[in-house]
């Protein structure tokens, strides 16, 4: 890196949340780096020309064309599909994410999606709202199976929570032979992944969207859920196979189901979903937490000491390009 590292924080925050606060967070941990935050596009356009290193959700490619000094872009979000790679790369711009970020979070929010079925708080909602007092039959998480596709670093948040549950879980992934934090870890296909899926009763899907996920719960995955299971999807909406979602719980396939992300999405007003009373749905909403900012700003703050000790934007954490 040829000048000391200045950081432009883009306009455009996460969850509604102020983009102050993430400013903010990058001067308490770099106190001695100059933090700038642009918040107008005319503003974004002069800052950048001078910036080594800029954060935010996306960058615009005409911002790209003026980004002379520009060595890193540290993106906002845990995933970078959205980035216009091929710019970045022909400027030889290091791209970063917020991998790990969700962790904390998303994990508990599947915790409680599966704990909300076992209680069968659901239930207790209804009648609640009828003010009916009548007993119900619930179910204990001890002694489940709970699959969880992606042991990325969701997943692997989610296998640390279930742990103390007393459960077995059940790991797949793209590259089974790496292992992971779960009791078995098998692949995304074939007969040890059908095995899995025929004896879990909690399917958690945190994995990333790519050609072999996509569709990947789909109308005979289902058939071979049992009827008792519920499925958790805080990935991507396209993962599920939503007709075939929507057959499965009209149908009594599966006991329930807890999205946090749909296809399509938003979902329409009219989508049958919506009236399953034992469809739990959330508004792509796993992912808010306050501690967002300051979790990526540490991602943030790492690698910029890292730029100034070593002069090199290579072997950056999170980092996604080249």
Known sequence: MSTEPDVLVLRRGVHGMPIESYAEAIRERLPEVTVTLARTESEEREAIR???????????????????ELELFACSYAGTGHLPTDALCERGVTVTSASGVHGPNIGEHVLGAILAFVRRFHVAER????????????????????????????GTAVCERLEPFGVETVGARYSPEKGGPADEVVGLSGEGFEAALARTEYLVLACPLTEESRGLIDAAAFETLPPDAVVINVARGPVVDTDALVDATRSNAIRGAALDVTDPEPLPADHPLWGFGNVRITPHNAGHTPEYY????????????????????????????P
């Not at 709202?129 to 670093?153: F, I, K, N, P």
């Open 294 to 321: 300051e979790r990526l700003a540490d991602i943030l703050a790492e690698n910029v000491r890292r730029l100034r000790e070593t002069g090199s934007p290579d072997g950056l954490r999170n980092q996604t390009i």
């Open 127 to 154: 009648r609640q709202r009828r003010r009916e007092w009548r007993h119900y039959q619930a179910d204990e998480l001890q002694g489940s199976t709970v699959t969880v596709v992606g042991l990325g670093a969701i």
């Open 50 to 68: 001078d910036a080594t290193v800029a954060t935010g959700v996306t960058i615009d490619p005409a911002l790209l064309e003026v980004a002379d």
